[in-house]
Structure formats: C-alpha cells, structure tokens
C-alpha cells in the first residue's frame, strides 16, 4: 500500500530535494502569514488604544476646561449683611424720619419721595430686581418688613450705573426699580431712613445696607418679602 509519504518521496536526489525544498517554503510562506496576521492585530490593538486615549484624554481636558470655566465665568455672589444687625452708626447724609404704620386702601400722598415710610397698602410687594416702575403702597409696606428699596431714575442712570447698584444688592429683602421725577439720580429707602445720592459707585450704599437691612427697629421685623405682589417688570 503506497502512503502519502510515499507519494512525495522521490528516487531521484535532486528531485527529492526540490521536493523537501518547497514543503519547506510552503511551511515558511504559512509562517510568515501568521505572523503578518499577528502583526495586523497587534498594529489594530494599539491604534484602538490609542485612539481611546486621545478621546478621554480630550474627554478629561474638557471636563477640565468645563471646571474651570464655572469658576472663571460663574457670577460674582451676591453680598452679604448681617440682619437685625443695627449699631446705630448711621452714614453721612442719612436722612431720619418719622411716619404711620398703619394699613389703607387707595393712593397715599408720601411725604418723602421716594417714600420712606408711612400708610401702605395691606399686600407688601415681591422683593427683587424690577425694570418698571411700581406702586408706592406696596413697595412701602415691604419697607415695613425690614426691605430696602433702591430706586434710581433711568434718564441719569444707564446700563454701567445700574449694574454698580447690583453688585452691592443683597440676595433677598431688597427692591430696585425706576422712579421718575426724583431731585437725585439714587435713593436708597428703608424704613424712616433715606440716603440720596449721585454716584452708584458711593460706597455709603453698601453702608446704609450694613446699617438698615432687616433691622429690628422697622415695625414688623420677622415678616416675609415674599408670596404677595409681584408688581410689572419683575426680572
């Protein structure tokens, strides 16, 4: 019986070493193969690698970049004052009055203007930042509360101004609005105080905040500036 040994043996030397010769180069020629193959995936594994390397490296820097950047550009925190906190050192230029407390439908003729204390409607106004101007009445009665109401008039007061008066805003219990037909381009209210000035840079403001802001000498210190009217323009 003839194997398939037998098949590839030849008689004949050179013949025979031909033979052995190119099943020699077939096995060479296979190697190589599976080698390039391996190569190819070895190449493949480390461009994966890499590429993902790249996107969480860029992943990682724009997290980064994103941290960063809401410090950087976050908005300056609205000052604080401490409330109730009066020490009876009242700014230079601090005007002191005496007015009513009590409650009353209708319009009410102020005897200081802005107002800065007296009869008041019985809803107080929403503390906030408003673009319209609003009704005495209301805005008093959130005086009454231990809010202070800054009023500028819009014609000496532009976009720059106004947001000098802003970055020394408290967070809450606090009104701005316009106010026409005022004698100054500021006031500043609280109740039965009143600072008048030219410059929102004045820093008698911040002053008078330290000094009037929630105090305990407005006739209803603990009461809200919240959850009653919202007056036209609230920001």
């Known amino acids: 019986m003839t194997t398939p040994s037998d098949k590839r043996a030849s008689g004949n030397p050179a013949t025979q070493a031909k033979i052995e010769l190119s099943q020699k180069q077939q096995r060479e020629q296979k190697r190589q193969e599976k080698l390039a193959e391996y190569q190819k995936q070895i190449a493949r594994r480390k461009r994966s690698k890499l590429v993902w390397w790249v996107v969480g490296s860029t992943a990682g820097v724009a997290v980064i970049a994103l941290v960063v950047a809401s410090f950087v550009f976050a908005p300056e925190p609205a000052p604080t004052y401490e409330a109730q906190n009066s020490t009876g050192e009242v ?11 009590d409650h009353v439908q209708g319009t009410v003729d102020y005897e200081q203007n802005p107002p800065a204390g007296g009869p008041h409607n019985p809803y107080w106004l929403n503390c906030g930042i408003y673009t319209e101007p609003q009704q005495n009445e209301y805005a008093v009665h959130s005086m009454e509360h231990g809010a202070i109401w800054v009023t500028y008039d819009p014609a000496r007061v532009d976009e720059v101004g106004l947001d000098t008066l802003k970055a020394v ?16 381009p500021i006031a500043v209210s609280g109740w039965n105080h009143q600072l008048k000035v030219d410059d929102p840079a004045d820093p ?13 000498n407005v006739p209803e210190p603990q009461a809200a500036c919240s959850g009653a009217i919202d007056g036209p323009g609230k920001a």
């Open 91 to 101: 700014p230079d230029g601090v005007q002191t009055f005496e007015n009513r407390s």
């Open 169 to 184: 805003l408290p967070s809450s219990y606090v009104i701005l609005s316009p106010y026409s037909d005022m004698d100054t």
């Open 204 to 216: 008698r403001i911040a002053d008078f905040f330290t000094e009037f802001w929630r105090s305990q």
